[in-house]
């Protein structure tokens, strides 16, 4: 794990996932409704959790995903819940990719499968 990621793995992991959510303020705010997260379809949820579990995985650091994530946000703006997660996966992906997890062309590749129907969304 290195050092820059530890900021997300140490600690208590429920204490210091609320703190980097709570911590993310203006543009890069979670979606909420009363207090809540706000998940518009299952997608966003597993989203939402795949960037905080490969933080506390020592992936990356939390600084680094939401560096990212306003990165994202700026250069192609967001409007309600659905875009603000796309955001998020495109922070995610950035994230990622210098740790070479995945291939670039096949992931995009199943994005257009569900985008068309091609592949049904597993529950």
Known sequence: MSAAAVECATDTAG??????????TGEIAVPR????LVFDAPWQSRAFG????MCQAGYFPWDKFRAELA??????????????????????????EPAKLFEHDALHEREHEYRD?????VF
């Open 15 to 24: 204490a210091r996932v609320d703190k980097n959510i709570s911590s993310m």
């Open 33 to 36: 409704s009363n207090g809540e």
């Open 50 to 53: 795949m960037a905080v579990s």
């Open 71 to 96: 990165k994202a946000i700026k250069e192609q703006g967001q409007n309600g819940v659905d875009e603000y997660y796309h955001r998020w996966l495109d922070a995610l992906e950035a994230c990622l």
């Open 117 to 121: 129907h091609v592949r049904d969304e």
